[in-house]
């Protein structure tokens, strides 16, 4: 049976460039058995039962990076009911935490006695050590496995908080520190991720078992969270028009002084948001696929009358709209194929990853 597995075999480049994910996905494999691939797959830890018709086809997707101490993991697939039953943790003797965080996507849980439902943005902690049965629908997630040994003075806490939506202001910073760690991590050289170790035990103690000395170690990763937060919120509400530091601030759950003090590095708030606002406007401006007239370009980055995005136009960049409109056709490169990965043989699997932790 063929994959379009891509995998590196240590997850690391050994000259300090970019990681290499250790990857799994169905696509290359015929519809009918793609569910039966992706069940092969998770069957040393996890039983996945398809809700309906397993041979109707089923893309999904996981990739995984080798941190040492911790293994991130994503998962995109379809609906699926995981089971790990008690049998497996006998036989596997896996016992590791893990974070997970929905990018998209809702999980019904049930561990322990306890039924919960985790929404996209919300973390949850689990652990393999306990039998438990998670129903999802369609689904993109991020999980961060990690053995009791990496932060064993958190054991008690994480025991005390597991299986329980993280739904508060500090889990929600905790959701977005995933979920950002995700997004960033294929850029990452080798001595950035070294460091992101300690960081995410600083993360995990200052939100799970938050003490004063805990969240002043943690305050810069708390503050860089913060501020990811609020460039997110940034750009999910460009075409607002009523997108202000005062809005802003109450979207992100901190007061302005905070949000003005995280922003001071970048101009100030209202700073940042009109250069996204230029900066938008001049992708959309210089884009010879996109023909929409300056007016609804304008309304699109949060402009309401078009005098004033003219305005704003020319003092950034120094000319009218529709001059920087020309200068992109003027300028627009031919189009190009792009590189296929092509298939290797698949590395050391997640399974083998979270018995070494």
């Not at 970048?266 to 230029?278: F, K, L, N, P, S």
């Not at 003219?310 to 020309?326: A, D, H, K, N, V």
């Amino acid at each position: 049976m063929e994959t379009d597995a891509i995998a590196d075999p240590a997850g690391r480049d050994a000259a300090g460039g970019p990681a290499s994910p250790l990857t799994f996905a169905t696509g290359a494999i015929a519809r009918a058995d793609q569910f039966h691939a992706w069940r092969q797959r998770w069957a040393p830890i996890i039983e996945m039962r398809h809700p309906g018709d397993a041979t109707g086809g089923y893309l999904a997707s996981n990739a995984f990076w080798d941190l040492g101490e911790i293994v991130l993991s994503r998962v995109s697939a379809p609906p699926v009911l995981a089971l790990r039953q008690r049998g497996q943790i006998r036989r596997d003797q896996i016992d590791s935490w893990f974070v997970a965080c929905a990018r998209q996507g809702t999980v019904r849980h049930q561990a322990a006695g306890r039924e919960t439902v985790i929404e996209a943005g919300v973390p949850v902690l689990h652990s393999m050590a306990e039998p438990f049965g998670s129903s999802r629908t369609a689904i993109e997630w991020v999980a961060l496995f990690f053995s009791r040994d990496f932060a064993p003075e958190l054991n008690a806490a994480l025991e005390a908080a597991r299986n329980r939506p993280l739904a508060t202001g500090l889990g929600g910073l905790l959701g977005d520190f995933v979920l950002a760690f995700d997004a960033r991590i294929d850029g990452l050289a080798a001595a950035e991720r070294r460091r992101l170790v300690p960081a995410i035990r600083q993360m995990l103690a200052a939100t799970i078992a938050p003490s004063a000395d805990r969240l002043a170690e943690a305050a810069p990763i708390l503050d860089q969270t913060r501020r990811a937060r609020a460039r997110q919120m940034v750009r999910r509400h460009l075409g607002a028009a009523s997108l202000t530091p005062g809005r802003l601030a109450r979207m992100v759950g901190i007061s302005r002084s905070n949000l003005y003090r995280l922003f001071e590095p970048e101009g100030g708030v209202a700073r940042y948001i009109m250069a996204q606002r230029m900066r938008h406007a001049c992708e959309l401006l210089s884009d010879p696929a996109n023909r929409a007239p300056i007016a609804a370009v304008a309304e699109a980055v949060g402009f309401a009358n078009l005098a004033g995005f003219s305005r704003s136009i020319r003092r950034e960049f120094g000319c009218s709209p529709r001059e920087l409109r020309q200068a992109g056709l003027a300028a627009a490169p031919p189009l190009r194929d792009l590189p296929r990965d092509l298939p290797r043989d698949l590395a050391p699997d997640l399974p083998a990853l979270l018995r070494r932790l």
